[in-house]
């Protein structure tokens, strides 16, 4: 069965300091990959994805993120945070078996001026 | 603008009603997704369909239904309503479903008294 952990529910940074929001996976096949993020009071929009080839992803707004295979990571990154960046974030698998879409429970990042 | 309207916005009823959201999907998109977001449980997948079809099915209760139309707008039907089905409930759609990219509408938000 796939599962999503997204380790801690709210993140606080600096402005101009790296922005590291964690994401874990569990998949019994090859998975895909996604973030997105939501900003207040409105519906979720897609960061990145990765379905097969490189495992370096980027996406919008300067996100990126990094398939581990080994690690079962895809942990989504931004060198330098933005006060814009401030929202919900959320990191779902799925797979091309079950077409399910598992999302983690998000991370709620804050950008501290 | 994803694309994805959803209606109605705001929904207030009382527990045992039923009520009908609707979702129109992006234009030349096939499969339409609902979930609910409430803040115990987070976003949970409840279903998908795909050109008129149901694909797949996550944590949907037996009172809720929903169908997708030839037209490809789709329903969610919540009966038997409980105060703890007061939500937002979001629905996506993306070109097959596959692995795709889901573009979210704004959300209906539904509550319960």
């Known amino acids: 069965a796939q599962s999503v952990t997204q380790l801690g529910s709210h993140v606080s940074v600096s402005e101009g300091a790296l922005v590291l929001l964690r994401c874990n996976y569990s998949?019994?096949?090859?998975?895909?990959l996604f973030w997105y993020v939501q900003y207040p009071n409105q519906g979720l929009q897609l960061l990145l994805k990765y379905t097969t080839g490189a495992t370096l992803v980027k996406g919008i707004n300067g996100f990126e993120a990094e398939f581990k295979k080994s690690e079962t990571s895809f942990h989504l990154t931004k060198p330098s945070a933005h006060m814009s960046d401030a929202a919900e974030y959320f990191c779902a698998v799925s797979d091309s078996g079950t077409y399910k879409y598992i999302f983690g429970t998000g991370t709620r990042l804050k950008v501290l001026a | 603008d994803s694309g994805v309207t959803q209606t109605p916005k705001h929904l207030i009823t009382a527990t045992g009603q039923r009520v009908t959201l609707r979702c129109s999907p992006r234009?030349?998109?096939?499969?339409v997704y609902w979930y609910q977001q409430s803040l115990d449980q987070g976003l949970q997948f409840l279903i998908q369909?795909?050109?008129?079809?149901?694909?797949a099915k996550g944590n949907i209760l037996e009172r809720f239904s929903a169908q997708q139309f030839p037209d490809l707008h789709s329903e969610l039907n919540l009966s038997s309503l409980e105060l703890g089905d007061s939500a937002l409930y979001f629905c996506?759609?993306?070109?097959?479903?596959?692995?795709?990219?889901?573009?979210f509408g704004p959300g209906t938000r539904l509550t319960v008294l």
């Open positions: 998949s019994s096949v090859p998975p895909y």
């Open positions: 369909y795909y050109n008129g079809e149901e694909r």
């Open positions: 996506a759609s993306s070109q097959s479903g596959k692995a795709d990219t889901q573009y």
């Open positions: 234009s030349g998109d096939l499969s």
